[in-house]
């Protein structure tokens, strides 16, 4: 595995790479690596024929302070596991990298309904900040291809809607979530959970498959109201749970007729917040 830090150089690798017609895939991270991660290197390396990792813990997408100044770094764990899985490429760029200046910080993304709703409305400005370092990523890797996980669903819309304003001949791959022992959605905020916690945060997923169980014979909004009852007696502090239409989140309370139906939570434990989504009907 070859470690570039600055974007001058990788980019000057990958254009020899590129003179002879290889495929790029990319996946980009902010570290605290896990076998969800992984699982979109393992993707990458069967469908391209150069994968390219970055770590980079990006702060303007980061609205709660506290959030960034307790996010796990593992960096040389993190090494490890991307020498263990045959990553091609690494790029850990540092902020001056990123943002060379002020003004690199404050350019605006049209996202439209999907940065008003659920993440969007719990965490202002958060996707603004994940494009904002998405945009300068891909404009630095240049990939034919982008690797990114289903857990971070809403996330990933507002990335496919900032490639088709800017990387339009990029195709995204989306890989299904991986899940703990219990189903706990494999994140890297888990590193902040005690083994009590990761147990009573399997909840987020037995709330979600109960009501994929149940919702044809029952009303979405009385088995909302009873999972959200359970998970607040339990300790979690709800954001939302919610019930969207999977190609553009439009919030309903009705499954229709029609498919691509998706569950989505997002909760408090303790002062780790977590986010979980199942899809219902593909």
Known sequence: MIIFKHSKDLKSHLKKIKANSVSVGFVPTMGALHAGHLSLMEKSKSETGVTVCSIYVNPVQFNNPDDYKNYPITLDADILLLEKSNCDILFLPDDKEIYPDEASKHQHFDLGYLETVLEGEYRPGHFQGVCMVVNKLLNIVEPTHLFLGQKDFQ????????????????????????????????????????????????????????????????????????????????????????????????????????????????????????????????
């Not at 590193?191 to 919702?215: C, G, V």
């Not at 909004?221 to 339990?234: E, G, N, P, Q, T």
């Not at 709800?238 to 969207?244: G, K, P, R, T, V």
């Open 155 to 282: 996330q990933s819309l507002v990335i496919k809607k900032l490639a088709g304003y800017k990387h339009k001949k990029l195709k995204i791959i989306i890989v299904p979530t991986l899940r703990e022992q219990g189903g706990l959605a494999m994140s890297s905020r888990n590193m902040r959970l005690n083994d009590e916690e990761k147990k009573m945060a399997t909840n987020l997923y037995k709330t979600l498959s109960h009501i994929k169980d149940e919702f044809h014979q029952a009303n979405f909004h009385d088995l909302k109201k009873k999972a959200v009852s359970r998970l607040k007696r339990l300790g979690f502090i709800i954001d939302y749970l919610e019930m969207a239409k999977a190609a553009n989140l439009e919030i309903i309370d009705e499954a229709p007729k029609s498919k691509g139906i998706i569950l989505l939570i997002a909760a408090y434990l303790n002062n780790v917040r977590l986010i979980d989504n199942l899809i219902i009907t593909k």
